[in-house]
């Protein structure tokens, strides 16, 4: 039986794939990949790093850079990026995600976060939820980010859970992969078709409540 939940944040607790997405598009504009929504789609979940390769590589030029200008690249992204979540509230929680992390507490569940982002401690202190929470992975002591189930399994042992009793919750392809190869039941938020391989699908975050995972994992 369940006693945990792992989250995700970016796209599950917090509306800020947005925001990933908008500084990665003035990435994009900057090497010369044309962004598109699939391109968009497939960086959810993946490192920074990782997602500036893949920008690099969608285009023409992806032997243009040298490493020192990659990181540049991706110091800028960043810098945007915490510009654009600086004014981040409450108000920024997803809906209905508040509410469930509170009664998860409340029936006893203990509750992590799996997040690939460098800046998911200081966006949990801007919505207020940081004390829910029993520990953050951090993404920076992983060797391998998602779709690797490395951050799933760390999530599982900051809850003391065997992988079998925790749910992962995930917004991206990439992150449903690492929830299943941890072991975990894999909730999705999101499109069913993009996000196939999950136990669980949701629609959107309003209708993740404790009674309909139950409904669902009959
Ligand atoms: P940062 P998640 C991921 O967070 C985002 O989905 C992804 O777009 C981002 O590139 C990655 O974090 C790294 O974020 O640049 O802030 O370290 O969805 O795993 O919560
Ligand atoms: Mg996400």
Not at 40 to 61: C, N, P, V, Y
């Amino acid at each position: 039986d369940i006693k945990g939940f792992a989250f995700d944040l970016d796209g599950v607790i917090a509306d800020t794939a947005r925001f990933h997405g908008e500084a990665w598009h003035q990435t994009a504009d900057e090497v010369g990949t044309t962004w598109t929504p699939e391109l968009a789609e497939g960086l959810k979940g993946i490192s920074r790093m990782a997602s500036l390769q893949m920008i690099l590589d969608a285009g023409d030029h992806a032997n243009d850079f040298s490493q020192a200008d990659k990181e540049a690249l991706a110091e800028k992204k960043n810098h945007n990026y915490q510009q654009l979540i600086s004014t981040l509230t409450e108000d920024d929680i997803l809906p209905g995600m508040k509410d469930f992390i509170q009664s998860a507490k409340a029936a006893g569940y203990t509750m992590s976060v799996a997040s690939a982002s460098k800046n998911a401690p200081m966006i949990l202190d801007h919505l207020g939820l940081t004390e829910y929470f029993v520990g953050i992975v951090d993404p920076a002591t992983l060797t391998k980010g998602k779709p690797d189930p490395e951050i799933f399994v760390r999530a599982a042992e900051v809850l003391h859970l065997d992988p079998e009793n925790v749910i992962g919750l995930e917004d991206s392809a990439a992150g449903i992969a690492s929830i299943n190869g941890a072991g975990e039941t894999s909730l999705a938020i999101g499109n069913a078709d993009v996000l196939s391989g999950a136990d669980l699908n949701f629609e959107s975050t309003s209708e993740v409540t404790l009674a309909n995972i139950e409904a669902k994992m009959q």
